[in-house]
């Protein structure tokens, strides 16, 4: 490959990550979200429950490890939180649970069916920590 070539490659490859960015997550967009869809039920201070638990730092924790007393279909859950599990169980938390879990059923009675929404939210709490 010439110099030249190289170059050229190099700035479709730029471009072609930078699209990718685009793709992800918008967390000023998922932040909307949360407040409008979420926050009844849940808090992002530390310690802090509703109905549901917090979500303070929830991306890299492990599933249904805070102090919040009702867990069920996240209780003894064994598995840690990361993007794309959240985006799949906020989609459907009971099918989550039952597919990834021990448990049949779940105390989180809400689903988020758009998918872009799911993305926004979870980048979002991602920078809640
Ligand atoms: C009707 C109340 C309710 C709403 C609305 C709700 N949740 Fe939940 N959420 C819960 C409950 C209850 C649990 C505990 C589930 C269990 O153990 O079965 C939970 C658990 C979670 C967990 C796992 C927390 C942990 O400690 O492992 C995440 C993540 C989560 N919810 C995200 C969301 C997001 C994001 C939204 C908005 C799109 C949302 N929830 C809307 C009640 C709710």
């Known amino acids: 490959m010439t110099k030249k070539a190289l170059i050229v490659f190099g700035a479709v490859l730029a471009m072609a990550v930078s699209d990718k960015s685009v793709m992800a997550g918008d967390a000023a967009a998922g932040e909307d979200i949360f407040n409008k869809k979420c926050k009844t039920c849940h808090t992002v201070e530390e310690g802090k429950h509703r109905t549901g638990p917090s979500l303070f730092g929830v991306v890299g924790r492990k599933a249904g490890s805070t102090d919040f007393k009702r867990y ?5 859950a064994d ?3 990361d993007e794309t599990l959240m985006v799949e169980y906020i989609g459907d938390p009971k099918a989550f649970v039952q597919s990834h879990t021990g448990n049949k059923t779940t105390s989180m009675t809400f689903k ?3 998918e ?3 993305e926004d939210v979870v980048e979002y709490l991602k920078t809640v920590k």
């Open 112 to 114: 988020l069916k758009d």
């Open 116 to 118: 872009k929404d799911r």
């Open 79 to 81: 598995f840690v939180w």
């Open 72 to 76: 069920k279909g996240l209780k003894d």
